[in-house]
């Protein structure tokens, strides 16, 4: 009954929204627009009118889904022989065409394909070790994220159910044990105190081992984890929920925590919490670790302000400085390449006043190496180097889009780096990504905390660059901008890099009260104007 | 039907209808440029058709004059002296308080191919040319697999496992890896000129399709003559496309 209720105020709450959406959305499309040349007025006819139609169109397809609510989930037996052809052709290149995760691809991919005549597979909703065909359908439907297996939705249903089949005949003895279902312990909903109980769960049961104090996969067993073929396998990090291989869901996460993951390192626990409902206690706890999905920038806004910008990373000023989220990938194009790079996103916040730029960097690194290596671990056998970041800005800011190439400028058109290498930042003058000239001479000064897998930098210079290498910032404009990272612990270094593209930054003046005076001015405006036009056209029937 | 007679309503209706085909029956959508400038055609044409002659110029004017100064209109009047400055005015801000985009980038996708390349240190004729591993079509199948296999260990981390543009990395770049499933891409382009985008990548792309920000390699460095060829025979096969032919007064010669 309280099921019906409240799937009634979720349809409502969203009928509300498909009936009130369109509208901020019309306007949001043609703010979009900007500055472009194109008639505004005729920008905004347009975005009201697609946001009628776009209202009508969700009318329909809200009939359409009550009426035909789509019918997966439910098991359907495939047809094994049907399967292997799909197989063959959308699966073997990675897993093998004998399914033993000995593809052609194989050898690059971090983590490995499943071998699938071993029949162990991590992600089920059973309490034994065989998983349900509903289980290895959502794989292969949802894709394993963090992982190079994408979700194969774009596959009609039947095929899926198909390959279903066709995966179980490389291990059809492990499939012989019928999948016992795993039983939840009765859903607790999140509050400060379920998060706590939890929090002490999560020590009590040594989550903190591999998973780190704040979840960040820095714990002190990370480096010695092997998955049972003896690969290095890294324990997840739980702030990043959107790369769970089997799904961020509430249910999803406590399943995980409950009967584990079958092949690694994470063991059930459902045995081993004081008492059941305690994984639920686990799961809400790691839910608060961090966000749901990571809100990408498109732009870098560095913010001005009067005031002096603070050098110590963990300050109040920098709390408050809005965060803009950069993915970042490996470097594919010069040899060595990186394929499965360690560091994957960066969240830049920016400040400047009338003397200097400032820019704090945050990102999550599981162990700390400066260039005398690993901190926690000095003399470690293991092939390191220094951890290092960098902001990669045009030596010469000038008008237009023309830019030095990405990867680190070429012999053309140079680069500058604003570079922080193992606790210290410098800059650096780039001409190729293997072209590197230190700048001597320079005023740049730099903080860096490392605490729980995470640093957080400040690197700060004046706005004005010295001298042809170094850029000058100025506000309101658009300056390029790219980043690059390197995490020597696990080798990271040269070309072995995560990078981005460009992307633009902007140094955005204090806040202005303009909005709050132009549109009152445009509109009395338009009101004279119609007076006028009025008076007109009055004037000129009674003449 | 009254309603209909009248010039203004016309003008309207033609717009509206004009505006629902151009947005909604051109197959891919056409950009937003393109319709606006088929919109300022249409509006044009109904500015002359409604003032084809002066009494059908008096009849298109007079519901907006009598909207003007027709005492009996007065709360009509009254109403569009609020509502529209209203609107302008909410326009103005939110113009003002939009928070800054990134500048458009404008690039050609599919830029011009040059004529020759050189490929390893020798002449390669790129216009006109055809993939010469075509020839023996009992070799296809195998050079399809062997440009698989090269496929799945260096582009698959971008163009992706389903050749849909969406690999590993794609999220990060802009411009987005070509997804060759798209009708729009590999379907329009001869071979050879996929083999000169394969071979020179984001470097070799003349200036106005962006080269300092393309991530493409350039494969030239790592691929051999044959293994590109092989590579491109896979993506049409994977995805069920057919290379664009050259046309025949290129061929011809």
């Known amino acids: 009954m309280a099921r019906t209720s409240a799937g009634r105020a979720t349809r409502r709450a969203h009928l509300l929204r498909c009936l009130l959406g369109p509208l901020p959305a019309a306007y949001s499309e043609y703010a979009a627009v900007g500055p472009s040349s194109a008639p505004r007025i005729w920008t905004l006819l347009v975005a009201l009118f697609r946001a009628r139609v776009g209202l009508h169109a969700l009318g329909v397809s809200l009939i359409i889904g009550v009426v035909f609510a789509p019918s997966e989930g439910s098991a359907q037996a495939g047809d094994a022989n049907a399967g292997k052809a799909v197989y063959e052709r959308k699966c073997a290149m990675c897993h093998g065409v004998k399914g033993d995760g000995k593809g052609a691809g194989a050898e690059l991919l971090d983590p490995k394909p499943r071998d699938f005549t071993s029949g162990v597979y991590k992600i089920r909703t059973t309490a034994n070790k065989t998983p349900s065909d509903q289980d290895l359908f959502r794989i292969i439907t949802a894709g394993m994220p963090g992982t190079s297996m994408p979700p194969w939705d774009v596959l009609p249903e039947k095929e899926r159910w198909n390959l279903v089949a066709y995966i179980k005949t490389f291990a059809a003895d492990k499939f012989k044990e019928a999948p016992k279902k795993l039983e939840l312990p009765k859903e607790v909903s999140s509050s400060e105190a379920s998060i706590k109980r939890g929090k002490e769960m999560y020590e009590a049961i040594e989550c903190h081992k591999c998973h780190g104090n704040l979840g960040r996969a820095d714990g002190p067993s990370r480096p010695e984890l092997k998955d049972d073929w003896g690969h290095p396998i890294a324990p997840a990090n739980l702030t990043k929920r959107w790369t769970f291989r089997g799904g961020a869901s509430r249910t999803e996460i406590a399943t995980r925590i409950a009967n584990g993951v079958l092949g690694t390192p994470m063991p059930s626990f459902i045995d081993s919490v004081e008492k059941p409902e305690d994984v639920w206690h686990l799961t809400n706890y790691i839910l608060s670790l961090g966000p749901e999905s990571p809100a990408y920038a498109t732009l870098v806004t560095v913010n001005g302000t009067t005031d002096a910008i603070p050098d110590d990373p963990n300050a109040e000023f920098w709390k408050k ?68 970041i960098a902001l990669q800005f045009p030596s010469k800011i000038v008008p237009g889009t023309e830019r030095p190439y990405f990867l680190m400028g070429d012999a053309t058109d140079s680069v500058y780096l604003l570079r922080w290498e193992g606790g210290k930042a410098g800059e650096v003058s780039a001409s190729g990504p293997t072209k590197l000239k230190t700048l001597e001479g320079g005023e740049v000064v730099s903080k860096t905390v490392y605490e729980n897998g995470q640093y957080r930098v400040v690197i700060k210079r004046p706005l004005a660059g010295k001298g042809e290498e170094r850029p000058t910032f100025q506000p309101s404009t658009f300056v390029p901008v790219a980043f690059q990272a390197w995490d020597g612990g696990a080798g990271e270094t040269g070309t072995r890099m995560s990078l981005t593209s460009w992307y633009y930054l902007r140094l955005e003046p204090p806040q202005s009260n303009r909005r709050f005076v132009v549109p009152p001015v445009v509109a009395l405006l338009t009101l004279v104007a119609m007076l006028l036009v009025v008076r007109a056209a009055s004037r000129g029937r009674g003449r | 039907m009254n309603l209909l007679r009248s010039r203004l309503v016309q003008a309207a209706l033609i717009l509206i209808v004009s505006y629902l085909i151009f947005q909604f029956a051109i197959r891919p959508p056409a950009p937003f440029s393109v319709l606006s400038l088929y919109m300022g055609i249409v509006l044009l044409a109904v500015l002359v058709y409604v003032s084809s002659d002066s009494d059908s ?149 003349p200036k106005e399709a962006t080269p300092w920000n393309s991530v493409m390699p350039a494969w030239e460095d790592r691929l051999t003559e044959e293994q590109i060829w092989q590579v491109i025979m896979y993506l049409y096969d994977a995805t069920g496309q057919q290379p664009r032919r050259w046309e025949t007064a290129h061929g011809a010669h």
């Open chain 1, 321 to 388: 400085a809005a965060p803009n989220t950069i993915p970042l990938m490996g470097q594919v194009i010069v040899d060595p390449r990186n394929f499965n790079p360690i560091i994957d996103l960066v969240i830049v916040r920016g400040a400047y006043n009338d003397k200097e730029i400032a820019f704090h960097l945050t990102w999550d690194d599981p162990s700390q190496t400066t260039a005398e290596g690993r901190a926690d671990a000095p003399g470690a056998a293991k092939k390191i180097a220094a951890d290092a």
């Open chain 2, 57 to 205: 110029w008096r009849a298109f004017l007079r519901p907006m004059h009598a909207t003007l100064v027709d005492p009996g209109k007065r709360a009509l009047r009254l109403a569009l002296m609020i509502v529209i400055p209203l609107l302008l005015g909410y326009y103005a801000y939110t113009q003002a308080a939009a928070k800054p985009q990134a500048p458009p980038e404008l690039r050609a996708v599919h830029p011009a191919p040059p004529d020759t390349i050189q490929f390893r240190g020798k002449d390669f004729k790129i216009a006109g040319g055809d993939n010469p591993l075509r020839k023996d079509a009992a070799a296809i199948p195998k050079h399809v697999a062997a440009g698989g296999e090269i496929y799945v260990r260096n582009c698959m981390y971008c163009h992706g496992d389903n050749l849909d543009g969406k690999g590993h990395f794609a999220h990060g770049f802009n411009p987005p890896p070509a997804n060759f499933q798209d009708p729009g891409t590999i379907a329009m382009l001869q071979e050879a000129f996929l083999f000169w985008r394969i071979a020179k990548g984001g470097p070799g792309l």
